[in-house]
């Protein structure tokens, strides 16, 4: 993320995280859906079915395992030396 996460507000933040869990979650269950709706459709096995689930599976879990990776990323970015105990630098010396 290109901003500073603590400039946010309190809603945006979680509105963020709704979004981020929700997307997830829709990840894990539409390809499986979609699978199914096929199989109705062309009158097959659970091939499709299976095929969705496993997709959705790996997509869903994909994006779950970036989250932590993500949350220390933003947590990198939002230290500063001040917040640290460090002493304020100032930019401008040499």
Known sequence: MDHD???RSAVSVGMAWGTRVTAV???FAV???LGYALD???GTSPG???G???LGLAMGMYHVLQLPAEMARA???RR???MDGGPEQDKHRP
């Open 48 to 50: 499709f079915t299976l």
């Open 25 to 27: 979650a829709l990840e």
């Open 80 to 82: 500063s030396p001040t």
């Open 5 to 7: 996460e603590d400039s």
């Open 52 to 54: 969705g689930a496993i």
């Open 40 to 42: 109705l459709w062309l």
């Open 75 to 77: 947590q990198q970015n």
């Open 31 to 33: 390809p499986g859906a």
